[in-house]
C-alpha cells in the first residue's frame, strides 16, 4: 500500500520546517564530504571545478560499481522467495517483519510517538498556523495508535474499509519500509549511480519535465519501490544543493507515483490483470505526459529556481559529447566525496526514521478524516461534480460516478478503484485505474509525507496539482480506453 510551513500562505512555496533536517541556515554537509560552503570557496578560488572529476585511488573505485549494482538489485530487480515475487528491498521488509513477530505495532507506535513529541521539543509547532493545525493532527494519531495497536476499533473505525484498512494497509507498511529502505538508499545516491545516469538521460529528463538526468533514479525508484522511498531520495539530493526547489517540487509531485507491486492491487481489484502490461505501460506513460504538461502551467511553472537555504546549487553539467567518459567523471567525482558504507547508511536510515515518524501520524489523522469524509458525508459526491465536465465531454459511461471516483482519490488514491469495481463497463474502470496512479497526490499518505520533507509545495499548491493531474489524465486516457475495449 501506498505508503510520507512558516508564515504559510496558500500561494507562496515555504519549506516544512519539521522534516528529517529542519534546522534552517545551518552549515549543510556537501554531498558526502566537506561542507557546500567549503565546496564554493574552492569553486570561487579555482581549486575545483563542478562536475570536474576527482582523482579517486583504483582500490576505491570498485565502490562504484560494487555498490552500485548492489543498489539497483536491492530495488529494481524482483527475485522469487518463498513463493513471493518482488524487489529485495521488499523481501528484506518481509524477514524485518518476520523478526519483530508480535513486536510490529509498537514499533510503529514508537515512530508515532517520535512524530508527534519531535514538534513540541523542537518548538516547530509554533511555526506556522498550518503547522500547528499538524501538531494537533498527531496527537489524535497517537491515540489512534495506541488503539490500534491494543486491537481496538471503536464505532466507525471498526469498518474494514477504515480502521483495519488504514493501520495493516498503510500505517505499517509505511512505518517500516521507509526505514528499511533508508538502509540501502545510500547505495543508490550517494556512490555515484545518480550522476552516472544523469549524464545519460538528461537529453531526455532536462527537455521534457524540466529536471535534471539524476531525478530518472527517483522516478524508477518510486514504480518498482515505493515514493516514500522516492521523497527521502528527492529531499536528500535537494538539501544538497543537487535540485534546485522547482526541480524538487516537479519531482515530488509528477513522479512520486505508488509502486508497481500496489499497481497490482489496483488492477486486481478492477479486473485488469488480463490486460495487466498494457494498464502498467499506458499508466506509466500517461502518468509521465501528465507531468510534462504540469511542469509548464502554474504552479508549478512559477515555484522559483532557488535551492534550500544556506546550500549553494550543485547544477548537473550539461554534456553534449563523450557521454561515456563523462559520465565515468561525475561517478568518480562524487565517490571521491563519499563516505563510508557505514556512515552512509547510518545517515540515510536516521533521514527515514525521521520521515516515516513525521508521516505516520499524519496517515492515522489526515488520512482517517479523509476515509470517513469519504464514507459518511456527501461531500466527495458535491466535489466530483467538478470533474463531470471531463468525464461526460470524453463519453465515459455513467460520468456522475466516474466524476465522484475521481474526487474520491484526494482522500486515498485506493478510494477510487473501490468505487467502480463493480462497474460493467472495462473502460471506465480502465480510465479510473489510471487516474488512481497518475493523479499521485492524496491526504492519506503522499501530501504528510511531501510536508515531512524539505520541499516547498504547500498545501493549497498541492491540490491545485490535484485537480490539473487528475482533469488531464481523465482527458488523455478515456479516449486510449474507448479505443481500447
Not at 488520512?367 to 461534480?385: I, R, S, V
Amino acid at each position: 500500500m501506498p505508503l510520507l510551513p512558516e508564515g504559510l500562505s496558500m500561494m507562496t512555496p515555504h519549506p516544512a520546517p519539521d522534516g528529517p533536517s529542519d534546522r534552517r541556515g545551518e552549515r549543510t554537509a556537501a554531498p558526502y564530504g566537506g561542507s557546500i560552503e567549503d565546496t564554493a570557496r574552492l569553486i570561487a578560488d579555482g581549486e575545483i571545478h563542478p562536475g570536474a572529476p576527482r582523482s579517486v585511488p583504483v582500490p576505491g573505485r570498485w565502490r562504484f560499481v560494487v555498490y552500485s549494482l548492489l543498489g539497483i538489485a536491492m530495488f529494481f530487480v524482483s527475485v522469487e522467495i518463498g513463493g513471493k515475487s518482488t524487489i529485495l528491498v521488499d523481501h528484506v521488509l518481509t524477514a524485518v517483519r518476520w523478526a519483530l513477530g508480535p513486536a510490529v505495532p509498537w514499533v510503529v507506535l514508537a515512530l508515532v510517538v517520535l512524530g508527534t513529541v519531535r514538534p513540541f521539543v523542537t518548538g516547530s509547532w509554533r511555526a506556522s498556523a498550518l503547522r500547528t493545525v499538524f501538531a494537533l493532527a498527531n496527537i489524535v494519531g497517537l491515540v489512534i495508535a495506541v488503539l490500534f495497536c491494543l486491537g481496538r476499533f471503536p464505532g466507525p473505525l471498526a469498518d474494514p474499509a477504515i480502521g483495519p484498512f488504514l493501520w495493516e494497509k498503510l500505517a505499517i507498511p509505511v512505518g517500516l519500509i521507509v526505514p528499511v529502505g533508508a538502509v540501502f538508499l545510500a547505495l543508490l545516491i550517494g556512490y555515484g549511480l545518480m550522476e552516472f545516469i544523469g549524464v545519460f538521460v538528461q537529453p531526455i529528463m532536462r527537455p521534457l519535465w524540466r529536471v535534471p538526468g539524476r531525478a530518472a533514479v527517483d522516478a524508477v525508484a518510486s514504480f518498482v519501490g515505493s515514493y516514500s522511498l522516492a521523497l527521502l531520495i528527492t529531499d536528500r539530493v535537494y538539501r544538497e544543493g543537487r535540485y534546485t526547489s522547482r526541480e524538487a517540487a516537479i519531482i515530488a509531485t509528477g513522479f512520486s507515483t505508488v509502486s508497481a507491486t500496489f499497481m497490482i492491487i489496483v488492477a486486481k481489484t478492477l479486473g485488469l490483470m488480463d490486460h495487466w502490461n498494457l494498464y502498467f505501460f499506458l499508466t506509466l506513460a500517461i502518468t509521465f505526459a501528465v507531468t510534462a504538461i504540469t511542469v509548464r502551467i502554474p504552479p508549478l511553472r512559477s515555484i522559483p529556481e532557488d535551492t534550500f537555504e544556506g546550500v549553494a546549487h550543485v547544477p548537473e553539467p550539461q554534456v553534449t559529447s563523450g557521454r561515456m567518459r563523462a559520465a565515468w567523471g561525475e561517478a568518480m567525482d562524487t565517490l571521491a566525496k563519499a563516505p563510508s558504507l557505514a556512515r552512509g547508511t547510518w545517515d540515510t536510515f536516521k533521514d527515514g526514521v525521521l520521515m516515516a515518524s513525521a508521516i505516520v501520524p499524519s496517515i492515522l489523522s489526515i488520512g482517517l478524516a479523509g476515509l470517513l469524509l469519504a464514507e459518511h458525508t456527501p461531500l466527495f459526491d458535491l466535489l466530483g461534480w467538478i470533474f463531470y465536465p471531463f468525464t461526460w465531454v470524453t463519453g465515459l459511461p455513467d460520468p456522475a460516478l466516474a466524476g465522484k471516483a475521481s474526487a474520491v482519490g484526494i482522500a486515498e488514491m485506493f478510494l477510487p478503484a473501490l468505487m467502480v469495481a463493480d462497474h460493467t463497463s472495462m473502460a471506465l474502470r480502465f480510465t479510473i485505474g489510471v487516474v488512481c496512479v497518475s493523479q499521485i497526490i492524496f491526504f492519506s499518505a503522499l501530501v504528510p509525507s511531501i510536508l515531512a520533507t524539505s520541499i516547498p509545495v504547500p498545501v493549497g499548491r498541492l491540490v491545485v496539482l490535484w485537480f490539473e493531474r487528475v482533469a488531464l489524465t481523465i482527458l488523455i486516457t478515456a479516449p486510449i480506453a474507448h479505443l481500447l475495449f
